[in-house]
Nanobody, 120 residues
Framework: QVQLVESGGGLAQPGGSLRLSCVAS????????MGWYRQAPGKERELVAAITSGGRTNYADAAKGRFNISRDDAKDTVYLQMNNLKPEDTADYYC??????????????WGKGTLVTVAS
């Protein structure tokens, strides 16, 4: 079993910054892609940013230029630096990881989410 635990959410003012972290633990052989998704009230979950094991990144248009995803493979951790936050960034943010639990066996895991609220 693999657990993903997010942290770093909270209240930020418009224009402010937050840094989200997600630590993976458990039966991990290696981790392929890691990513951040968000779900606002009444909306579907959407991709914010993702990063491959090789370091390639992909961002939603709403995140480009403001958010930065990075990972520390030694710590099995993925980060999301969010700058110039806007009220529309308010959502529950979920960590996702594609984990190789043993060679040839890959599973997809989700964290429980961390709430980000952007308000003045």
């Amino acid at each position: 079993q693999v657990q993903l635990v997010e942290s770093g959410g909270g209240l930020a003012q418009p224009g402010g910054s937050l840094r989200l972290s997600c630590v993976a633990s458990g039966s991990i052989f290696s981790i392929n892609a890691m990513g951040w998704y968000r779900q606002a009230p009444g909306k579907e979950r959407e991709l914010v940013a993702a990063i491959t094991s090789g370091g390639r990144t992909n961002y939603a248009d709403a995140a480009k230029g403001r958010f930065n995803i990075s990972r520390d493979d030694a710590k099995d951790t993925v980060y999301l630096q969010m700058n110039n936050l806007k009220p529309e960034d308010t959502a529950d943010y979920y960590c996702n990881a594609v984990v190789v639990v043993r060679p040839g066996h890959t599973l997809n895991y989700w964290g429980k989410g961390t709430l980000v609220t952007v308000a003045s």
